[in-house]
């Protein structure tokens, strides 16, 4: 069973810049797409950005230009570089992955338990 761990997470004013890391462990053959959520208190979560395993990118419209998605596959980690941080980003972020455990099974999701990132002057 694989795990996932972000972080990176606090607090920050506005216009700053924070590096958040989704980390997996555990059973990893292969790690496919990553994505990042986030959810804001009394708000629906929404899709931040996703990465799939060959790098390709998708933003939401909200943090195109401001946010950038990558990934190391040698350490299992994917990244969420947040610059010009605004109070609306603040929330929940948390990513979610696609992950197999040996050559043979399927993917399965695992999602992380978050990391809270908070934009305050």
């Known amino acids: 069973q694989a795990q996932l761990v972000e972080s990176g997470g606090g607090l920050v004013q506005p216009g700053g810049s924070l590096r958040l890391s989704c980390a997996a462990s555990g059973n990893i053959f292969s790690i496919g797409n990553v994505h990042w959520y986030r959810q804001a208190p009394g708000k629906q979560r929404e899709l931040v950005a996703a990465?799939?395993?060959?790098?390709?990118?998708t933003y939401a419209d909200s943090v195109k230009g401001r946010f950038t998605i990558s990934r190391d596959n040698a350490k299992n980690t994917v990244y969420l570089q947040m610059n010009n941080l605004q109070p609306e980003d603040t929330g929940d972020y948390c990513c979610?992955?696609?992950?197999?455990?040996?050559?043979?099974?399927?993917?399965?999701?695992?999602w992380g338990q978050g990391t809270q990132v908070t934009v305050s002057s």
């Open positions: 990465i799939s395993r060959s790098g390709s990118t």
């Open positions: 979610y992955a696609d992950i197999k455990a040996d050559r043979y099974s399927g993917y399965r999701t695992s």
